[in-house]
């Protein structure tokens, strides 16, 4: 597709469930991030892939999350033992390499909107 | 560290009115700031960014911001509300050096009233 693609849109799940988030990015974007949107806070980042490069996980906040990506394609998000806290919606982004530091426009999703009861 | 902070997390204004969102930086080296625009039910889209050069940069749809390094800030305006433009803006500025990441304000949610 021409954007970025995030499945599901929508997952309610039991308190200590596990659940899987999907991006899709824009084809040829080497770069790929993923941020947490809490109902009426800001974007707050979790992790970033570049190419190759080993992701940059500062954002993640606890070991229940974890990401991978397939070279430059999927990425997944995965939260295991899911908590309330983590109700929110999980937006995924890409980007091409820009100048300095890939100064580049970041290509957001729709996002999954993760709803823990 | 660098970081962004949006003053108001509502702003209401009448159609046709001055939109004036504010946002304000912190920042060691020079910085990259972006403002970012979310419709409801969808993703993210750039409105404009500041990276160097002209420090009024023009954005979509009549919107514009002018880069103050002596106020640290990057304030989004446009000169007349149309309906459309309710939504929540975001204001953001790049990590330096850490490929394009982004640390984001809080959000301002415009209402835009008839």
């Known amino acids: 597709g021409a954007g970025v693609s995030q499945s599901p849109s929508n997952k309610v799940t039991e308190k200590g469930k596990d659940v899987e988030l999907r991006c899709d990015p824009i084809?040829?974007?080497?770069?790929l991030y993923w941020y947490r949107q809490r109902l009426g806070q800001g974007l707050e980042f979790l992790i970033y892939?570049?190419?190759?490069?080993?992701?940059?996980k500062s954002g993640l906040p606890s070991d229940r999350f974890s990401a991978e990506r397939t070279g430059e394609s999927v990425s997944t998000l995965t939260i295991q033992r899911t908590q309330q806290e983590d109700s929110a919606v999980y937006l995924c982004?890409?980007?091409?390499?820009?100048?300095?530091?890939?100064?580049?426009?970041?290509?957001f999703g729709e996002g999954s909107r993760l709803t823990v009861l | 560290a660098q970081s962004v902070t949006q003053l108001g997390s509502h702003v209401s204004v009448s159609e046709g009115a001055l939109v004036l969102l504010r946002c304000n930086y912190s920042?060691?080296?020079?910085?990259?700031l972006f403002w970012y625009v979310q419709y409801p039910n969808q993703g993210l889209q750039l409105l404009l960014k500041?990276?160097?050069?002209?420090?009024l940069v023009k954005g979509i749809n009549g919107f514009e911001a002018e880069f103050k390094k002596s106020e640290t800030s990057f304030h989004l305006t446009k000169p007349s509300a149309h309906m459309s433009d309710a939504a929540e803006y975001f204001c953001?500025?790049?990590?330096?050096?850490?490929?394009?990441?982004?640390?984001f304000g809080q959000g301002t949610e415009l209402s835009v009233k008839p």
């Open positions: 982004a890409s980007s091409s390499p820009g100048t300095r530091s890939n100064t580049g426009e970041l290509f």
């Open positions: 084809s040829g974007h080497t770069a």
């Open positions: 892939f570049q190419g190759n490069s080993a992701p940059d």
């Open positions: 920042s060691s080296v020079p910085p990259y």
């Open positions: 500041y990276t160097t050069g002209a420090t």
């Open positions: 953001a500025v790049e990590v330096y050096n850490q490929g394009g990441k982004l640390i």
